[in-house]
């Protein structure tokens, strides 16, 4: 993880499962090859030890809190969980957005 993005009021304001996840999906990152990351609930929720609404909290928490950036919605017929991007890191080429720097 980044210095800056750690140390921001906005990740000191996260609740510890939201903190888990941004660094789980940080984790997944890797520029220029895997930039989105799909993850679902209920594998955050196996992952980080809770349930899948607290898990559905965390993804809800860092998106308003402008680390995570909805790239594609969710399609569970499809068994597709939805696609994210993080906002401090790369993404299709382009610099870092970082939205959580405006919250």
Known sequence: M???VVRSSAFQLLKPTAKCLLVWL???YIPGSRECIAGSVKQ???WIGCNKDTAGKAFR???SAGFIKLVEHHN???RRARV???TFRKFNG???TD???DV
Do not use: C, S
Request: charged share 35%; no cysteine.
């Open 61 to 63: 928490q860092l998106e």
């Open 44 to 46: 955050v929720a196996t």
């Open 76 to 78: 569970w017929q499809q």
């Open 84 to 86: 994210w991007r993080l």
């Open 94 to 96: 382009r610099e870092p």
């Open 2 to 4: 980044y210095h800056d």
């Open 26 to 28: 940080n984790d997944l």
């Open 99 to 101: 939205e959580w720097k």
